[in-house]
């Protein structure tokens, strides 16, 4: 009888074991980006993109941090004139777009961890997004959107009234995002 009740309590301590570290599929609400966020690597043309889009991309690349109590997205910003010659320029930033709030941890991403939205500026004659027209950001503020995935959209300024590629941070006149729209995330939790 003794070997039985050290059996069952051997059993019972695995499964106490076993449930403490189990994780669950949970939907998680990522937190926007506001800018500006102004890209200043320039690598190829002159710094005006003369009314040839540019095509401009977003992409984000989730991973998790800090102990799975943080989600960091890697940002990424491409600005590529479509024609003249080829003026671009790209941008890269680290942001936290997710923190535990109950101190429990995130151990895997469901969800695809890189997503991207892209189109052409509004002066580019591309019809992917709506604009708001040129107003204090120097040229439209072009919205770049999609339905699906967890990157559900940007608002950025691509073609501006003049020189569109920076030297500095200062955003006014500039190719620049303003806001990264997120959505809705799928990861494994610690329960």
Known sequence: ?????????????ALATLSAGASAVETIDLKNIKGPLVPTDHYRGDREFGGNG?????????AISHGGKSIIAYITFDAKEGG??????????TKVIWRSRDGRRVTRIVSNERDRVAGYSQDGGGFSMRASGASRYGGPLNHLTKEYGYLRGAKVVGDTDGDDISTDNDPRGDTAIYLIEFGELQVEMDR
């Open 84 to 93: 003249g010659d080829h003026s671009s320029v790209r941008g890269n930033w």
């Open 1 to 13: 009888m003794l070997k039985t009740i050290y059996t069952v309590l051997l059993a019972t301590a």
């Open 54 to 62: 540019p095509y401009m991309a977003v992409e984000s690349q989730l």
